[in-house]
């Protein structure tokens, strides 16, 4: 393997690492909006959440991303049970 061969392995490794920390990142960013929505909207455990288009308009995300937020254990932890 040539030394160039092995800067390029080398550097799609750490883009692969940084972007899992960027996406762990925004997902505590999430959950923390997530939680922070549901404090605002006082509501109880059981209630239902909006649908996730209109979740992710309300934390100013995609819809995508507050879907993988809400399946976060972090979230199940905090509230109890999955939403």
Same mark, same amino acid.
């Given at each position: 393997?040539?030394?160039?061969?092995?800067?390029?392995?080398?550097?799609?490794?750490?883009?692969?690492?940084?972007?899992?920390? /960027? =996406?762990?990142?925004?997902?505590?960013? @999430?959950? !923390?909006?997530?939680?922070?929505?549901?404090?605002?909207?006082?509501? #109880?455990?059981? /209630? =239902?959440?909006?649908?996730?288009?209109? @979740?992710? !308009?309300?934390?100013?995300?995609?819809?995508?991303?507050?879907?993988? #937020?809400?399946?976060?254990?972090?979230?199940?932890?905090?509230?109890?049970?999955?939403?």
């Amino acid at each position: 393997m040539t030394l160039g061969c092995c800067l390029v392995n080398l550097s799609n490794t750490l883009k692969r690492q940084i972007e899992d920390i /960027e =996406r762990r990142r925004m997902s505590r960013l @999430l959950i !923390k909006r997530i939680a922070r929505f549901i404090n605002e909207q006082n509501l #109880s455990a059981g /209630e =239902r959440l909006p649908c996730e288009h209109a @979740l992710g !308009k309300q934390v100013k995300a995609s819809q995508a991303d507050a879907i993988d #937020s809400l399946v976060n254990p972090g979230v199940r932890g905090r509230f109890g049970q999955p939403f």
